[in-house]
């Protein structure tokens, strides 16, 4: 169906086409969908680009962080036990309450050297 109508269209057309007039406005308007669409991928292929080097940025080198004695402790716990709590740092250090070890792990853990995982209500810091 849309096949005849497609025919029909161009046989009624056909004469038009012959016309140099008209052949210069088909292609004076295909020129300007080009340029259109050239202007539409250089835009693409920019933010393409930009996506890529954000992508395949080298990782920043981090500089050594120096950590007070407590925390190295810490986190050298966490590395041989595997997974912390701040009740088991609170016995091994034996502080008096989890809030200083509790702390202590979250300072580590924003400074991305641990990773921390809630199970339940328990609070586990891994090695990272």
Do not use: C
Request: aromatic share 4%; proline share 3%; no cysteine.
């Amino acid at each position: 169906m849309l096949r005849k109508e497609i025919e029909e269209d161009l046989r009624r057309n056909a004469d038009k086409f012959g016309d140099p007039v008209v052949l210069g406005e088909l292609v004076f308007k295909l020129l300007e969908e080009r340029e259109n669409t050239n202007r539409i991928l250089k835009t693409l292929l920019k933010r393409i680009e930009e996506l890529e080097l954000k992508v395949n940025k080298e990782p920043e080198t981090k500089e050594e962080i120096m950590l007070p004695a407590k925390d190295e402790k810490i986190l050298n716990l966490v590395k041989v036990n595997g997974k912390m709590t701040a009740e088991t740092v609170q016995k091994e250090l034996g502080y008096k309450g989890k809030n200083a070890a509790s702390s202590r792990l979250n300072k580590l853990f924003s400074l991305g050297l641990v990773v921390k995982k809630q199970v339940g209500r328990i609070v586990y810091f891994l090695p990272k």
